[in-house]
């Protein structure tokens, strides 16, 4: 037995398109507001606005104060890149066969290698040419053995050293073994 189904007024109907059906839509879910109640609106009050400003405004400046170089973190740079090179001169002297040597001064270094009974730039590597500070910086080598260069020969065993980098109110000291390795560490 079919039942009845209650009777939609016109106004509520709405055809439902590709079928001959009508479906009943409240009117409610389309009215405007009714006259004088309050709508709210969405948005951000002045008090959040100055609340987010705040914010971004301490993460910059955070930001900004950790990305200038400070003396020591630029110097430790500085000795971490001689140390590399310290390193690969070392080698290119073993596999060259002929000595090496390192000119340390406060504006920067270079490299130096003995052919024909004398001391000539490095040219010919784009790793081993010289190089100069980025600010005055004062250097001094504490060698086991007394010398006061720095030279890589054919010998794998040297006298292990110590390489002092100051520059205004950071140092830092290049630590050799005598074995190929080098270690920045900071006094």
């Known amino acids: 037995v079919p039942t009845a189904r209650p009777a939609v007024p016109a106004s509520m109907r709405t055809s439902v398109p590709g079928t001959c059906r009508s479906v009943a839509i409240p009117l409610s879910d389309y009215s405007p507001a009714p006259a004088g109640?309050?709508?709210?609106?969405?948005?951000?009050?002045?008090?959040?606005?100055?609340v987010a400003l705040l914010v971004a405004a301490i993460l910059i400046s955070m930001v900004s104060l950790s990305a200038s170089p400070s003396p020591q973190r630029a110097l430790r740079y500085e000795a971490e890149r001689l140390a590399q090179l310290l390193a690969l001169a070392r080698e290119e002297a073993l596999v060259r066969g002929a000595p090496i040597r390192v000119d340390l001064s406060r504006d920067g270094y270079r490299f130096l290698i003995r052919r024909d009974r004398e001391w000539r730039p490095i040219t010919d590597d784009g790793d081993l040419r010289a190089r100069a500070f980025d600010d005055d910086t004062q250097v001094a080598i504490e060698r086991a053995d007394g010398m006061r260069a720095l030279e890589f020969g054919r010998d794998i065993v040297e006298a292990p050293y110590r390489v002092m980098l100051v520059r205004r109110a950071a140092a830092v000291t290049i630590v050799a073994n005598g074995l190929g390795r080098f270690e920045v560490v900071e006094p």
Request: hydrophobic content about 55%; proline content about 0%; cysteine-free.
């Open 37 to 50: 109640a309050a709508v709210r609106q969405r948005g951000f009050t002045l008090v959040e606005m100055l």
